[in-house]
């Protein structure tokens, strides 16, 4: 999986960690309703030390049926890589600005 930043060098998941450069990366997610009540966005910040704007949000009332985010994500270039993997664990579905046409 391939996922591009804002830099000229993509950001793909094949990179050694250790790249402390910082970066801002934008995605599109939709969480599940079954993960609805777990931290996902938080776990992002406190896991990974990563800095989220939320651009934009959907959530069904009373968390009925998936939530949708607009997400930026500022941190170093490793760190984000492991945050993307741990979306990919949570079977988290993940959209790359930068690959969609018409986002």
Known sequence: M????????PLT?????GDRRQTSHRIRIRVPQ?????PVISELVSRFGLTINIAAA???KD?????????ELRGPRDRILQAMDYLNDLAVEVWDRDSQEGW
């Open 63 to 71: 968390g009925r049926g998936d939530g949708w985010f607009d997400l």
């Open 2 to 9: 391939t996922f591009s930043a804002n830099s000229s060098q």
């Open 13 to 17: 998941a094949t990179e050694p960690t």
């Open 34 to 38: 079954e993960h609805q009540s777990e």
């Open 58 to 60: 959907l959530l069904g």
